[in-house]
């Protein structure tokens, strides 16, 4: 069989543990702030810490953008060069950004096989397919059957991403919500949960106040996609907000066999979109 790599994009918010373990690359998207400067979506925990600091202060938000096609082409060849047979990229779904676009063309310029896979996915959700990807690759999987599998369980809504934004302020800073909600929301502590729906979007679900409520209000949606009982293996996942992912996780363990849970980080671009004191969890259903 030939040697896989398998590229998964920053908003992956992978745990870094796991770029070694599971034999992976991660590109960065960018981080651009209104006076020009630009940053990678790197997984660098001092630089992630750094950033949650930077943007609770920004009065204006920066904006992201996907890795061009032509970074794309390089880590391909930097990839080929190392002695890779094939890669697999694993990106953010196509409805939050045009990732997948520039990882599909550059593509189509390597001679390298690339197999490239829209997760419908973002932040933690993402990493369980790499993983997924190694598990099928051992079970002596060639790399287009590893990509159908991926997707036929995607279909089936074998992972999940679910979480809540606490900082209303900073959706206001986003122009996401009215100025009057966002002097209620930070009045009243006020979270919002969301979730990713098969199509690849964020939803929101539903509002709670205080945190306890908020974490019963996470996991109540999880009971909506995967029955009481279920073996699951999970990914917590927050923006500067450890002890609320924690505060999930005990909720979670309530209701389900808990295989797995590390904890990540999110990175800056995912920050940069739902704001520093977000918590959630990435949810994989076994059985």
């Known amino acids: 069989m030939g040697k896989l790599k398998i590229i998964l994009d920053s908003t992956s918010d992978v745990p870094r543990d796991w770029i070694e373990k599971y034999d992976l690359a991660v590109i960065p998207l960018h981080v651009t702030w209104p006076d020009g400067t630009q940053e990678d979506d790197t997984r660098d925990l001092k630089e992630i810490e750094d950033f949650y600091r930077r943007i609770s202060q920004a009065k204006e938000l920066p904006k992201s953008s996907q890795p061009s096609v032509g970074e794309f082409e390089a880590l391909y ?3 080929e060069q190392e002695g890779y047979d094939e890669i697999l990229v694993i990106c953010i ?4 950004s045009q990732t997948y676009n520039s990882a599909n063309l550059a593509a189509q310029q390597v ?4 197999y490239v896979v829209d997760s419908k996915l973002a932040s933690a959700a993402m990493p369980p397919l ?4 190694r598990e099928l690759e051992k079970e002596g999987l060639k790399t287009p059957e590893i990509v159908k599998v991926l997707n036929e369980e995607l279909a ?3 992972y999940r991403a679910i979480f809540y934004v606490s900082n209303f302020d900073f959706l206001v800073k986003g122009g996401r919500v009215s100025r009057v909600q966002g002097f209620f929301g930070s009045l009243l502590n006020i979270y919002v949960g969301i979730w990713i729906d098969p199509e690849g979007r964020l939803i929101p679900f539903e509002k709670a106040r205080g945190k306890k409520r908020a974490s019963e209000m996470l996991v109540k949606k999880a009971l ?3 029955k009481e009982g279920s073996t699951v293996r999970l990914i917590m996942v927050h923006a500067n907000a450890k002890e609320d992912a924690e505060m999930i996780l005990e909720e979670l363990k309530k209701h389900y066999k808990v295989l797995d849970a590390p904890f990540t980080e999110m990175g800056k671009v995912i920050t940069t979109h739902v704001g520093p004191g977000t918590a959630g969890f990435a949810l994989e259903v076994i059985e």
Do not use: E, N, Q
């Open 130 to 133: 790499a993983r997924r990807a």
């Open 93 to 96: 779904s196509t409805k939050l």
């Open 77 to 79: 060849r930097k990839i």
């Open 224 to 226: 909506d996609l995967a």
């Open 156 to 158: 089936k809504g074998r």
């Open 111 to 114: 001679k390298i096989p690339v």
